[in-house]
Antibody, heavy 130, light 110 residues
Framework: QVQLQESGPGLVKPSETLSLTCTVS????????WSWIRQPAGKGLEWIGR???????NYNPSLKSRVTMSVDTSKNQFSLKLSSVTAADTAVYYC????????????????????????WGQGTTVTVSS | EIVMTQSPATLSVSPGERATLSCRAS??????LAWYQQKPGQAPRLLIY???TRATGIPARFSGSGSGTEFTLTISSLQSEDFAVYYC????????????FGQGTKLEIK
């Protein structure tokens, strides 16, 4: 079964760039969308963005100016960079798989049936502090 | 941005009883809604997608309903392992648009 594992520094200094990688094992990274989600201690979930294996991305508008995601299909990995971090970026960061199936409607337009974020990593804690 | 509001923030229910959790969207999301369960120290787990379809391996005591802006997650007979935090998530116009989560409902033992 597919498993995800986040990795990266647990401590980042203010104003620097947070960098995390998610490694996919037990299956292929191809033909899926992959998301990053974060959760400050004691708070709710915040979606950061998603990337498709083609490299196309969608980011949370509130973080868009600071977020970059990339994918390396040869390593079965995808990555997150968040620049100019502050203490407010301290959180548990999760990677997750978005599962969906595509179709074409009667007019030939593409659509998706989305089945949720069905596989999650265990999460990695990132603290922003000097 | 579509804002998701969950109520109540905390729900106290006895084991064996029924729990009903609510989620409201700031605008219609059709049936593009999922529910997740999160236990302390764990990643969220997908329960429901499409507002009412149980994910693989999810027990039948979990059911989802609603469409448009009003949604409900019902747990018919609470088991000890069901006490957790539950989040709703809208994914309208996926993958072109962003997804948003509700703030969560903590289901605690009464």
């Amino acid at each position: 079964q597919v498993q995800l594992q986040e990795s990266g520094p647990g401590l980042v200094k203010p104003s620097e760039t947070l960098s995390l990688t998610c490694t996919v094992s037990g299956g292929s990274i191809s033909s899926y969308y992959w998301s990053w989600i974060r959760q400050p201690a004691g708070k709710g979930l915040e979606w950061i963005g998603r990337i498709y294996t083609s490299g196309s991305t969608n980011y949370n508008p509130s973080l868009k100016s600071r977020v970059t995601m990339s994918v390396d299909t040869s390593k079965n990995q995808f990555s997150l960079k968040l620049s100019s971090v502050t203490a407010a970026d301290t959180a548990v960061y999760y990677c997750a798989r978005d599962t969906a199936s595509g179709y074409y409607d009667s007019s030939g337009y593409p659509g998706y049936y989305y089945y949720g974020m069905d596989v999650w990593g265990q999460g990695t804690t990132v603290t922003v502090s000097s | 941005e579509i804002v998701m509001t969950q109520s109540p923030a905390t729900l106290s229910v006895s084991p064996g009883e029924r729990a009903t959790l609510s989620c409201r969207a700031s605008q219609s999301v059709s049936s593009n809604l999922a529910w997740y369960q999160q236990k302390p120290g764990q990643a969220p787990r997908l329960l429901i997608y499409g507002a009412s379809t149980r994910a693989t391996g999810i027990p039948a005591r979990f059911s989802g309903s609603g469409s448009g802006t009003e949604f409900t997650l019902t747990i018919s007979s609470l088991q000890s392992e069901d006490f957790a935090v539950y989040y709703c998530q809208q994914y309208n116009n996926w993958p072109q648009r962003d997804v948003t989560f509700g703030q969560g409902t903590k289901l605690e033992i009464k």
